[in-house]
């Protein structure tokens, strides 16, 4: 069962530590390789670099919720949701 999740290679997994400019802060984020790639693929289609993007989004969440308690978590649901649309979209 777990066959395809444990035949993953470790480099997709691997964290890597970005800086980047937040609101005038930088903020350090660790994220697996593979977030990090979705992420660029997300800017990439939105014609915004990684860091526009995060940026952009952290400032929509602000303003929609009025805070952003764990960006990291939200970068990765994020990468999920994009993901579920790409599946739901190719039904």
């Known amino acids: 069962m ?3 999740y444990a035949a993953a290679d470790p480099a997709s ?3 890597i530590r970005r800086s980047m400019r937040i609101q005038g802060a930088v ?3 660790a ?3 593979r977030i990090w790639d979705l992420l660029q693929e997300i800017a990439a289609k939105e014609q915004l670099s990684v860091a526009e993007f995060v940026s952009t989004l952290y400032q929509e969440v ?3 919720q009025g805070e952003v308690k764990n960006l990291a978590s939200l970068l990765r649901i994020t990468c999920l949701t994009y993901l579920s649309d790409l599946t739901s979209d190719r039904r």
């Open 2 to 4: 777990c066959e395809l």
């Open 27 to 29: 903020t350090s984020l």
């Open 31 to 33: 994220l697996e390789r």
């Open 13 to 15: 997994y691997e964290v």
């Open 62 to 64: 602000l303003a929609r």
